[in-house]
């Protein structure tokens, strides 16, 4: 696949060619000459104006701010016109960060959205994101002229009757190269994603491809940024939040998901209303690539979530390039790059309400406090460490941006110290904040590209030796490691680790083997993960969920096992039971057998009103609850209570 570059390629503009707007602040700016310029009206206008400008100023920029719809007709829309709205928007702020489309472009692109808004429907939601991006296709190849359409549009994204193939081209466009990286897998992936019940059952389909894509691209393009495919396992579930901060979760190495949304009409706080259309989701991609380093270090997943969601792109080297280049006319990017600082992203975390204490630039950060214990700090700290030695050093020529890039670089110092903390802890050791910033300051990048470059090797190389230490801690780091790097040839040293004396190594072994098993669907490790079920160093709530897992390849006697403690567990043991067996024997809902074992879950769920709609067929689950001793009282006089309606009911 050939590269598609856009016409011009990017620089600096001038404040005669593209400057910052004159008669209104940009949303989150902190340069004081410009303070007294009036914010950008509305919410949903800022956050467009926000995403359209961050990386490139067009030109006429005061006036294309004016032509933006006003807050009465945009809060307006429906719901899913508000969710086609911010999914263009998402995906135009993409396009230019990925040199594919000029500002320009993006602008224009959008108003052409805008026109069609009332044409949203329910029934036409792909059709018209798939147009759009028809319409984005055709404009840059008209904007290339000839040669677009002769090298690239016929050769790559074209068939013999000059269909397109609008999704190659909209990885790439939104994408790069990065975006395009492991397409093939692109259709299996997104068949497999689970989309969280809760927050969308109600989500339509177009509405759900539109998630897949932003997902899958997210993933691709921080990993191309790194330079390391495959340290991490695809991310496997999406919850949609309806709050201002996302999440990240990796429970027990095989459930990976994140909390995200991507919505131009989300509520912001005080001055940062009308932020980032993609913080979320580039935040909680950002945890997920450096999640295997963070057994031990939560700060380190942290460094990553700062390092990608301001979304800082390669445009950043061009302007070292150019002497005499004043910071005022570049980008909000930019700007922000060489300050050090954040736009519009760390203030925007619900961790803390007060405006000190996740500082966005270093200006506000209070020198007294220096490195802080807590997590969150500690990973903005070294962020910002990490710009200061970059600008520094290109202020005395230390390396040559043509060669290295500042990007690449910024990039590759992050994972470099997640990799010492964790060289240092899988040995045992500790690595102190001191320690850490002697490494990176003198910023050696022979060093650092070494490092970086055979990351997983390294990664591999201490674990398989940490698997013989004496140290419970060390084999801890190294089996969950193991088993999600290269699982499948340490099979027999991850087998031999379920037998350990220390409980937390055996646990995070089969933790490992379960999301290896769930990752490959590879048959040999069933014999492996079955010596849980027969091992009395394991509780029956893990025995329960590797027997759900091995029991879906046909094996009887864990799917016995699954029967017994359906008959004769404790309560929590049984509602794990029928809800694996509900899963195994794909019941259909309504059916005898599925009220019988939904009881359960609606019990533990504590949803008593569901339970006695269920009527006779709950009275086994409410009956087998009574039986364990252990329930709170609370829950036994409920559940008596429940008993007595629908036996009296039914009688």
């Not at 997902?215 to 309806?242: A, C, H, K, S």
């Not at 802080?372 to 520094?392: C, D, K, T």
């Not at 990176?440 to 650092?448: G, K, S, V, Y």
């Not at 398989?464 to 419970?472: F, G, K, Y």
Request: proline share 3%.
């Amino acid at each position: 696949m050939a590269k598609v570059v856009a016409r011009a390629t990017w620089l600096p503009r001038s404040p005669q060619f593209n400057p910052y707007p004159s008669r209104f602040r940009l949303p989150g700016e902190r340069t004081p000459a410009r303070q007294q310029l009036p914010a950008i009206e509305g919410n949903v206008r800022r956050c467009i104006a926000h995403a359209l400008t961050f990386h490139e100023i067009p030109q006429n920029v005061d006036a294309l701010i004016d032509r933006l719809p006003s807050a009465k007709k945009l809060l307006g829309l429906n719901a899913l016109r508000r969710d086609y709205l911010s999914f263009t928007v998402y995906s135009l702020k993409q396009m230019v960060a990925a040199r594919t489309i000029s500002a320009n472009t993006a602008w224009s692109l959008f108003f052409g959205e805008w026109k069609s808004i009332e044409e949203v429907e329910e029934g036409n939601f792909i059709g018209m994101r798939r147009a759009f991006m028809r319409r984005t296709y055709d404009t840059l190849a008209e904007e290339m002229g000839p040669g677009f359409i002769d090298s690239q549009r016929k050769q790559h994204f074209e068939n013999e009757r000059g269909e397109v193939d609008l999704l190659r081209f909209e990885f790439l466009a939104r994408g790069g190269e990065a975006g395009l990286a492991q397409y093939e897998r692109y259709s299996r992936w997104a068949e497999n994603l689970i989309f969280f019940e809760d927050s969308c059952k109600d989500m339509s389909a177009g509405i759900r491809e539109e998630y897949r894509k932003a997902l899958w691209l997210e993933m691709r393009i921080i990993e191309g940024q790194v330079r390391i495919n495959g340290l991490n396992d695809d991310i496997r579930v999406l919850n949609i939040n309806d709050k201002e901060n996302g999440q990240y979760w990796d429970d027990c190495n095989y459930f990976r998901g994140v909390c995200a949304s991507i919505d131009i009409f989300k509520q912001r706080f005080g001055e940062q209303k009308g932020g980032s259309v993609d913080s979320t989701i580039k935040a909680e991609v950002g945890h997920w690539l450096f999640a295997v380093f963070n057994r031990k270090y939560t700060w380190v997943s942290e460094l990553a979530d700062r390092m990608n969601m301001s979304g800082y792109t390669e445009k950043i080297c061009p302007v070292f390039e150019q002497e005499g280049v004043r910071m005022r006319d570049t980008t909000p990017e930019i700007l922000c790059f060489y300050l050090g600082g954040y736009f519009l992203s760390s203030r925007m975390i619900a961790l803390a309400e007060s405006e000190s204490a996740f500082p966005t630039f270093p200006q506000e950060f209070p020198k007294s406090r220096g490195f802080s214990a807590e997590e969150h700090e500690v990973a903005e700290s070294y962020e910002r460490l990490v710009r200061y030695i970059i600008n520094a050093n290109l202020h005395v020529g230390t390396f040559d941006d043509n060669k290295h890039g500042i990007y690449q670089i910024y990039r590759k110092i992050g994972l470099y110290i997640s990799l010492l903390y964790f060289e240092k802890s899988i040995q045992g050791e500790e690595l102190s904040l001191d320690e850490a910033v002697s490494k990176i300051r003198p910023l050696d990048l022979a060093e650092i590209d070494a490092y970086c470059s055979s990351a997983k090797e390294r990664m591999l190389q201490l674990s398989r030796t940490a698997l013989h230490s004496s140290n419970p801690d060390e084999i801890y780091l190294a089996v969950g490691t193991l088993a999600r790097l290269d699982g499948l040839d340490n099979l027999k040293e991850l087998g031999a680790a379920l037998r350990h004396e220390d409980f937390d190594v055996r646990m995070a072994t089969m933790n490992g083997l379960i999301g290896l098993f769930v990752r490959t669907d590879d048959s040999r490790v069933v014999p492996v993960l079955k010596q849980v079920l027969n091992d009395e160093g394991f509780p029956d709530p893990a025995k329960l969920r590797v027997a759900r897992h091995i029991a879906k390849q046909g094996d009887e006697e864990a799917e016995d096992f699954i029967q017994r403690k359906l008959n004769n567990g404790k309560f929590r043991e049984r509602v794990a039971a029928a809800s694996a067996l509900i899963d195994l024997r794909g019941l259909s809902k309504g059916t005898t057998e599925y009220n019988r074992l939904a009881a359960y879950q609606l019990m533990h769920s504590l949803k008593w009103s569901q339970v006695e709609e269920l009527g006779e067929a709950a009275i086994s689950a409410l009956e087998a609850a009574l039986s364990d001793s252990n329930i709170a009282s609370s829950f036994r006089e409920e559940i008596c209570a429940l008993l007595q309606r629908i036996k009296t009911r039914d009688s």
